[in-house]
């Protein structure tokens, strides 16, 4: 992409000049109240506050006001989102309608269960489906995120083993090339976690894992693929050291969306795993939520699961359909959301796998593993990649250069904004240098990969020709680049500048 194209791809941004403050006059108004038809009453005098600086503008003012700014928004409808781990893929507009549809957007929690039987009926079969997918014997829809599901999980090994008499597994055992939140959400239900490194190839160290697996080894969490994008080599020796002592293997499946069709967790020898809905089946992602992060288990740790779950009450007969209801788990570690979960999410996800089919879903992940290792070879003689092996849906590169110094991944990714595209994740997973992880989903064409490509090849070239415009960069956006770290520090909570107050 040349700058000539770049400037014209923002040309169309609105200037942030004037801001709302500067139209504002006193007597303007954006609506006209009627008079009151009930006696004034005063508010109690904490709740009322005087001497705000607000402007005081048209309803035209306001709605040019506000529509300016959500010009200024990047979004997965506008372009390309290569954020690794993060899987920003394409929403299907028929994943909406669906959610909209009045007897699901109107339902109401309370109401009796005889009354949302099309609800229910949804839930029981996105269980059994997202179960054969997993090769799980059950699923829960309650967790209301990816964390959640985690946090689910962990309580559900932990349950087990009180059940069994072994309280004494107190430590989970965690990759350096997990997520975040792995470590997180140990602490959170009480264990400890247990840190093991990664080999040269990206893998676990079986040597370390052996190294620690005991009878205090409650399980292991594992991300496949794991967070360098690749794989774990010798899954089958993981999952057997640590069943061998005893403990139960938890798999993050927020990458599932690299496996759809490929491989069954449950068959490769998990004990419990949770979908990210928004990851792997395409509903609202950030912004655009809320999550749900479903919770699958094996026949171990079935009983276990969070509850209610949807369960036929009566199986049906001829033209009269089975009675849908909802149950708790003979062991459950209890209900962890409100009602249903987030219910509006499960049809999406429904809607999604309906569409697909099993092929379909087979597709998804081909074309997410195609998709990445394409824009992974275009670019390895540019960036250097740590690990030079087939990735799935995603890959790490290193955002700097010998020959380039001062150059880092930071820059690379404002730079990248120049150009018309969302940054990829940086500086994760943390132990590689500048990461840069990538991922462009199976909802691009070639034709955008292409063009992230040639950008990214030609701010590698830049960085060592004329580093400064990395440095600089972002240069074609509405705002420049701003100190991320003075501004969480020192928030600034309104467009209009305030005046320095002496200490």
């Known amino acids: 992409m040349t700058d000539e194209q770049t400037t014209q791809s923002n040309a169309t941004l609105p200037p942030l000049e004037p801001l709302i403050y500067d139209l504002g006059a006193p007597g303007r108004k954006g609506v006209n109240l009627p008079d ?33 700014l959500s010009q200024f928004n990047y979004s997965i409808d506008t372009g390309f989102y290569p954020l ?20 699901f957007a109107l339902a109401h929690p309370l109401q009796d269960t005889t009354t949302v039987q099309g609800a229910l009926a949804l839930m029981y079969t996105l269980q059994a489906w997202l179960a054969e997918i997993s090769g799980m014997a059950g699923v829960s829809l309650q967790p209301a995120a990816g964390a959640h599901g985690e946090f ?7 349950a087990y083993h009180i059940a069994n008499g072994e309280p004494n597994r107190t430590r989970i055992i965690v990759p350096d090339s997990a997520h975040g939140t792995n470590p997180a959400t140990t602490a959170m239900t009480g264990l400890d976690v247990v840190e093991i490194t990664s080999d040269n190839n990206g893998d676990v160290d079986l040597d370390r894992l052996r190294e620690v697996c005991d009878e205090t080894v409650a399980g292991m969490m594992i991300t496949v693929p794991n967070t360098l994008g690749v794989f774990e080599g010798h899954i089958n020796e993981i999952v057997d050291i640590v069943h061998g002592c005893g403990g139960l293997m938890y798999m993050d499946g927020a990458n599932m969306n690299a496996m759809l069709g490929i491989a069954k967790p449950g068959e490769l020898g998990f004990d419990v795993m949770h979908y990210n809905l928004h990851k792997t089946f395409s509903t609202p992602h950030g912004g655009g939520g809320p999550g749900s992060g479903p919770v699958a288990a094996n026949e171990k740790l079935l009983p276990f699961l969070p509850g209610p779950v949807a369960t036929i009450e009566e199986e049906g007969d001829g033209d009269i359909p089975p009675l849908y209801g909802l149950s708790m788990p003979e062991q459950s570690i209890g209900r962890l959301k409100a009602f249903y979960g987030n219910f509006g999410m499960l049809v999406r996800a429904f809607t999604y796998i309906m569409l697909h089919g099993g092929p379909g879903l ?11 290792n394409y824009i992974r070879a275009r670019l390895k003689d540019s960036y250097t990649m740590p690990f030079e092996r087939i990735c799935g849906h995603e890959f790490v590169c290193e955002g700097h250069w010998t020959d380039a110094e001062g150059v880092h991944a ?17 500086y994760f997973p943390l132990i590689v240098p500048e990461a840069l992880l990538i991922e462009p989903t199976e909802t691009e064409s070639k034709e955008a990969c292409d063009a992230f490509i040639e950008a990214m090849l030609t701010i590698a070239k830049e960085a060592k020709d004329n580093p400064d415009l990395l440095h600089e960069a972002p240069h074609k956006t ?26």
């Open 410 to 426: 930071l820059d690379v990714s404002k730079r990248l904004m120049d150009y018309g595209f969302h940054p990829p994740t940086n």
């Open 478 to 503: 509405p705002v420049g680049r701003v100190d991320e770290v003075r501004a969480a520090k020192e928030l600034v909570l309104c467009c209009r500048p305030i005046p320095a107050v002496e200490k």
């Open 362 to 372: 087979k597709a998804v992940t081909q074309h997410a593993v195609l998709n990445a």
């Open 152 to 158: 689910a999980g962990i309580l559900m090994i932990r």
């Open 36 to 68: 009151s038809d009930v006696p004034e009453a005063r508010l109690p005098e904490h709740l009322v506050r005087t001497g705000l600086d607000l402007p005081e503008v048209s309803e035209m003012d306001v709605v040019r006001h506000f529509v300016r």
């Open 84 to 103: 690794g781990s993060c899987t920003m893929k394409y929403n299907p507009k028929l994943n909406e309608d669906m959610a909209r549809l009045p007897g």
